[in-house]
Every structure is written in C-alpha cells, then in structure tokens.
C-alpha cells in the first residue's frame, strides 16, 4: 500500500543548492576536485529524491559523469535537481550542474548526472514511493528515457553479479 496514491509532480522534487569553491575544495591542478562535485550531485539528487518519497534514501546507482569544462575556485557552484523517474521503491534523479562566476555572472554547464535512489523504511528496508505525476511532454518522454536507462543497469547489474 502506498503512503500518496495520489502522486506528486517531479516541481514538487525540485530542488536547488548553491557553493562557493573555496581553496579546500581544489586539487593539485588549483581546479575543483572532481570528487567535491560528485558529493554535491549526490547531495542535490538525494535531496530531491527525500522530498519525493517524504523518506530516507539511500544511493543505489550513479551513472556515468562526465565533467565538460573544469570549474574554477571562487565560481559559484549551482546544482539543481529533480525526480526524473520513479520504479516501486526506487528514483531517478536528474541533477544538471552548474558553474557560474559570481563577479562577471557568466555561466557554464558543467555536466548532467543521473542517480538512483532507494527509499527506506524506519526499519532499513525498500519502500514504496508515490507516483510521479508528468505536467508537461518533456517530463513523461523524459521517463520513458529515464525509464530504459534503469532497464539497462538492471541488466548489467545482474550480469556483473552472473560473472562473480
Ligand atoms: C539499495 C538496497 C537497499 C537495495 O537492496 P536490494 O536487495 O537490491 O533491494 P530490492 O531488490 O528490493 O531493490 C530495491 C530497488 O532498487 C533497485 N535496484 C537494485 N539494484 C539496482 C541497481 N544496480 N541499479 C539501479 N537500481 C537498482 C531495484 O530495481 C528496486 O527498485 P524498484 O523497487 O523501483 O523496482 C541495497 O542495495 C543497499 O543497501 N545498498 C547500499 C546503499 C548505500 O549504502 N548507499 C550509499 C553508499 S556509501
């Protein structure tokens, strides 16, 4: 039985966070770390995914980044976020990041990145969320979109687990 049979609208996931770089966040190049961006996608993906599910989430499966222009510290990090996609217990989040210079207000599009989530029950285990409700074209083709690429993982997670 599920808590929200009655769904609710991926807006209604949408979330976004905002950081500035600073010197702890830069590798040996005196760029951002790669790693502090994929903390923050996963930061901004779960975020929208517990706003969803109105529960805790655990991260089950981060597709592939791939990070197109390096971000530079003292830029303005901005992360927005929102369900994509929702299975039985699990969602997708669609998280597009950002980097903005804060002085010159000049933006670039660092990456997309797409996650999964799982909701948990008070007692650590898979449960269920509410619908997604689609207001637009975009939002249901981009399910469907959403939709194969979880049919994917799901296929080379078992085969991975076949081959151990
Ligand atoms: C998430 C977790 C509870 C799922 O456990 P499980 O035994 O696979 O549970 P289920 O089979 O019921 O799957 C739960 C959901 O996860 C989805 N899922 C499982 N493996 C997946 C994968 N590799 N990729 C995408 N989704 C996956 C399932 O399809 C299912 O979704 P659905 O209910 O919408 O159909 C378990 O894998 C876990 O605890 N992982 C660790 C999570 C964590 O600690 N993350 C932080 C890492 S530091």
Redesign the pocket.
């Given at each position: 039985m599920q808590d929200n049979p009655q769904g609710k609208t991926v807006k209604a996931s949408r979330i976004t966070i905002a950081q500035l770089m600073q010197p702890t966040h830069a590798n040996h190049l005196g760029n951002v770390h790669g790693g502090e961006i994929m903390k923050l996608v996963d930061e901004a993906g779960a975020l929208a995914c517990m706003r969803h599910a109105q529960k805790r989430v655990?991260?089950?499966?981060v597709d592939q980044m791939v990070f197109r222009n390096p971000i530079r510290l003292g830029d303005l990090v901005i992360l927005t976020g929102e369900v994509s996609y929702?299975?039985?217990?699990?969602?997708e989040a669609e998280v597009h990041v950002n980097a903005e210079n804060p002085i010159t207000g000049e933006r670039v599009h660092t990456n997309t990145a797409y996650l999964?989530y799982?909701a948990?029950d008070d007692s650590g285990?898979?449960t269920?969320?509410p619908p997604l409700i689609f207001e637009t074209e975009s939002e249901r083709q981009r399910a469907k979109d959403a939709e194969e690429r979880?049919e994917r993982?799901?296929a080379?997670?078992k085969l991975r687990s076949t081959q151990e």
């Open positions: 655990v991260t089950v499966a929702v299975g039985r217990t699990s969602m999964v799982v948990m285990h898979p269920p969320v979880q993982r799901l080379k997670s």
